[in-house]
């Protein structure tokens, strides 16, 4: 006997409801559990679709450090302003990794690696760098925003150049007596010092005094 399709989905969703356990049940909450589950997994799936290459694998550049962010929101623009953020402290953290091991190499190098001073010098100088990192120099080079159930979710990826974290580094040591002092010794530094002369803003010329106001034929005696 042929079953009409009509007759079978109403068949079909019988035995569905006769074989869903009732509420309360341990499993109604193991099918509760598992349906969540299938939704977590989905949603992973979505996000790795979306999610730009540059995400998992910032550019690799000599002239610059590069760290990803990512957030939601239910608003666009605070959506990107959060990931910014964790762009930013992603950042930090590169640039006070690479300037910590930038001095332990020079003060190696010098001879000072031994001197607890000089090295407790510089972490206190790195960690004053930091501050002054996260405040401004970046730039943010790719920019995503893709829909996550109801939500924006906004991928960033921000860029540092790597000649503005030096001349702080530099500018730094030479304002540190210590380590100035310990530092010039050390061929590496002064390489460095070498390298972001082109970088520098060019020096600005201190404006001429005015020049005296020219004597009337009154004021000659």
Same mark, same amino acid.
């Given at each position: 006997?042929?079953?009409?399709?009509?007759?079978?989905?109403?068949?079909?969703?019988? =035995?569905?409801? *006769?074989?869903? /356990?009732?509420?309360?049940?341990?499993?109604?909450?193991?099918?509760?559990?598992?349906?969540?589950?299938?939704?977590?997994?989905?949603?992973? #799936? =979505?996000?790795?679709?979306?999610?730009?290459?540059?995400?998992?694998?910032? /550019?690799?550049?000599? =002239?610059?450090?590069?760290? /990803?962010?990512? *957030?939601?929101?239910?608003?666009?623009? !605070?959506?990107?302003?959060?990931?910014?953020?964790?762009?930013?402290? *992603?950042?930090?953290?590169?640039? @006070?990794?690479?300037? &910590?091991? #930038?001095?332990? %190499?020079? !003060?190696?190098?010098?001879? &000072?690696?031994?001197?607890? #001073?000089?090295?407790?010098? $510089? %972490?206190?100088?790195?960690? @004053?760098?930091?501050?002054?990192? @996260?405040?401004?120099?970046? &730039?943010?080079?790719?920019?995503?925003?893709?829909?996550?159930? =109801?939500?924006?979710?906004?991928?960033?990826?921000?860029?540092?150049?790597?000649?503005?974290?030096?001349?702080?580094?530099?500018?730094?040591?030479?304002?540190?007596?210590?380590?100035?002092?310990?530092?010039?010794? $050390?061929? *590496?530094?002064?390489?460095? %010092?070498?390298?972001?002369?082109?970088?520098?803003?060019?020096?600005?010329?201190?404006?001429? /005094?005015?020049?005296?106001?020219? #004597? $009337?034929?009154?004021?000659?005696?």
């Amino acid at each position: 006997m042929t079953i009409p399709r009509a007759g079978l989905a109403v068949l079909l969703a019988l =035995g569905a409801c *006769a074989e869903a /356990p009732p509420p309360g049940t341990p499993a109604y909450a193991a099918a509760q559990q598992e349906r969540w589950q299938e939704r977590q997994s989905e949603a992973v #799936k =979505g996000t790795m679709a979306d999610m730009p290459d540059w995400y998992l694998a910032p /550019p690799a550049d000599d =002239g610059a450090i590069y760290a /990803p962010g990512t *957030a939601t929101s239910s608003d666009l623009q !605070l959506a990107v302003d959060k990931a910014v953020i964790g762009a930013k402290r *992603a950042l930090a953290d590169r640039i @006070n990794s690479r300037l &910590s091991s #930038k001095l332990k %190499e020079y !003060l190696s190098e010098s001879g &000072s690696a031994g001197d607890s #001073k000089a090295m407790a010098e $510089s %972490e206190r100088v790195t960690s @004053n760098l930091i501050a002054e990192v @996260n405040l401004s120099g970046y &730039s943010i080079a790719e920019k995503k925003v893709v829909p996550a159930g =109801g939500q924006f979710r906004a991928y960033v990826l921000i860029r540092y150049p790597r000649d503005a974290a030096d001349r702080m580094l530099v500018d730094r040591v030479h304002g540190d007596d210590l380590l100035d002092s310990r530092l010039r010794a $050390s061929k *590496a530094f002064q390489e460095l %010092e070498h390298d972001i002369q082109p970088a520098r803003p060019p020096a600005v010329p201190p404006p001429a /005094p005015p020049a005296p106001p020219a #004597k $009337s034929a009154g004021d000659q005696t």
